[in-house]
């Protein structure tokens, strides 16, 4: 097992916990970094991070809970475990809840980066991989989404955090060298899945007796580019073995098939089995029309193509959830 862990902030969540528990099957040790921000059940990370430390060969993961942005906290954090690199993937998280709390979101997404950075360099990290997010493409008119386009013009709060990171990560890299990646997300979803997103809300409901009415907002023509957790784990993990042969580097980490969420609701339906009603709604503030990776540079740099396709996966969440996820 290698001597010096790899800090995962954000490790009670969603993509944070599979993470933690690849690189613990790979025999990497982990320090796990959560503040368990009630912005949903903490019983869900709780059980996140039992699953974890179940799973995790003795003295392999060490969980500590604080809060990126406090700076004491961090400076301990770094000194006492002396990390050899980062992933960092906490953040407030969430297009339309960021319209409600930007200062929030602008203190825990850029300011907590810019501590972790700034301690990983004090105490001489060899790298540093961050989740940023396909909503910075906006509503861009050409797709797929190539990491060269010009992002400048974000339609959420979140969506700017999530780009003044990646900022703040090129800085980083010419000030100390550093090698640096961000990662673009394309929806993630699979089991473990965040509450609060479309497709573990969704099944939730088809499970119900009767099932409940799944809400469509807008005429069901947006569409995302839905990618299954497993094979974002590989392409984390893969950027965290490579960024050192680049330097400072973007990444996406999509499907590359994008569904409209009036086929992912279909598919929710054959999935599940059961006709869920749907319920039209107006079209949501800060949601932008469609998300489309293009993954040429991402396969060409870090082998990444993705395995899983959306009704697959779609299978796997609900069969996670039948069996009490």
């Known amino acids: 097992m290698t001597n010096s862990p790899i800090l995962v902030t954000g490790a009670a969540g969603f993509i944070g916990s599979h993470v933690a528990d690849a690189l613990l099957s790979r025999g990497q040790r982990v320090v796990g970094v959560d503040n368990f921000d009630p912005y949903y059940d903490l019983a869900i990370k709780r059980r996140n991070v039992n699953q974890t430390m179940g799973r995790?060969?003795?003295?392999?993961?060490?969980?500590?809970?604080?809060?990126?942005?406090?700076?004491?906290?961090?400076?301990?954090?770094?000194?006492?475990?002396?990390?050899?690199?980062?992933?960092?993937?906490?953040?407030?998280?969430?297009?339309?809840?960021?319209?409600?709390?930007?200062?929030?979101?602008?203190?825990?997404?850029?300011?907590?980066?810019?501590?972790?950075?700034?301690?990983?360099?004090?105490?001489?990290?060899?790298?540093?991989v961050m989740a940023s997010s396909s909503s910075v493409y906006g509503n861009l008119a050409t797709v797929p989404f190539r990491?060269?386009?010009?992002?400048?013009?974000?339609?959420?709060?979140?969506?700017?955090?999530?780009?003044?990171?990646?900022?703040?990560?090129?800085?980083?890299?010419?000030?100390?060298?550093?090698?640096?990646?961000?990662?673009?997300?394309?929806?993630?979803?699979?089991?473990?899945?965040?509450?609060?997103?479309?497709?573990?809300?969704?099944?939730?409901?088809?499970?119900?007796?009767?099932?409940?009415?799944?809400?469509?907002?807008?005429?069901?023509?947006?569409?995302?580019?839905?990618?299954?957790?497993?094979d974002i784990v590989r392409g984390v993990l893969a950027s965290y073995d490579r960024i050192d042969r680049h330097g400072y580097r973007i990444w996406n980490l999509g499907g590359s098939s994008p569904t409209t969420l009036r086929e992912m609701i279909a598919t929710i339906h054959k999935v599940t089995g059961r006709e869920t009603p749907v319920k039209s709604l107006p079209a949501q503030p800060g949601d932008v029309e469609?998300?489309?990776?293009?993954?040429?540079?991402?396969?060409?740099?870090?082998?990444?193509?993705?395995?899983?396709?959306?009704?697959?996966?779609l299978a796997r969440q609900w069969e996670w959830i039948r069996g009490g996820g």
């Open 147 to 230: 990491e060269d386009a010009d992002v400048s013009e974000p339609i959420s709060p979140y969506a700017a955090t999530k780009r003044a990171c990646e900022l703040i990560g090129f800085a980083h890299h010419a000030l100390t060298g550093m090698p640096t990646a961000c990662l673009r997300f394309f929806t993630v979803f699979g089991p473990r899945q965040r509450p609060d997103l479309a497709i573990d809300k969704f099944l939730r409901l088809a499970r119900d007796n009767p099932p409940q009415p799944i809400p469509m907002f807008g005429d069901g023509s947006t569409s995302r580019d839905y990618t299954y957790i497993d």
């Open 56 to 128: 995790a060969p003795q003295d392999a993961y060490h969980l500590v809970e604080g809060d990126i942005c406090d700076v004491d906290a961090m400076r301990r954090v770094f000194e006492s475990h002396r990390p050899a690199g980062v992933i960092h993937l906490a953040a407030k998280a969430g297009v339309r809840p960021s319209i409600a709390d930007p200062v929030g979101y602008a203190r825990a997404n850029v300011i907590g980066t810019q501590v972790l950075l700034e301690e990983a360099r004090r105490a001489g990290c060899a790298r540093f």
């Open 290 to 313: 469609r998300t489309f990776a293009d993954l040429t540079r991402a396969t060409a740099e870090l082998g990444y193509k993705p395995t899983t396709g959306f009704a697959e996966g």
